[in-house]
């Protein structure tokens, strides 16, 4: 194994940086820098996976209200825990296209993909790795 997605962070808690029982700034609280770290001694590549089906609405509440920042979150989020971002958006009736469009383009040049010094932009995944529940408990 070289690459492990912790899942998921709701897109609406990362846009409004919530704070509640299981999310510290909009990450769930099981979405730590010790955890990322564990993987990371070992090799392993880690990123984070915003969105799932259990979150069509609030990704569609959080591109309709405020991409662009939700972008910027997301940026700083993988930053600051030094990981990459999958982009799990799984609207299949009427995707916000416009809205993704915005949350993509102002985050371009701002992430470190994986630990790697090369720099590309956050980018719809579309295809399925390996998914660990990082929840509080």
Sequence with gaps: M?????????????????????NLNGVPRGMTADVVNYFTSKGVR???????????????????SNPAQLGTNAAALAQSLGVGIEIDYEENRNPNLAGLQ???????????TLGTTRRE?????????????????
Excluded at 102 to 112: E, I
Excluded at 122 to 133: E, K, N
């Design 2 to 22: 070289n690459l492990v997605v912790l899942s998921f962070v709701n897109p609406l808690k990362l846009l409004k940086q919530t704070t509640d029982a299981g």
């Design 121 to 137: 932009p956050i980018r719809p995944h579309a295809s399925r790795s390996i998914s660990l529940p990082a929840t509080a408990g």
């Design 102 to 112: 915005r949350l993509l383009t102002p985050t371009g040049d701002m992430v470190s």
């Design 46 to 64: 880690v990123m984070l996976s915003i969105g799932g089906i259990t979150y069509v609405s609030d990704w569609n509440t959080a591109l309709a």
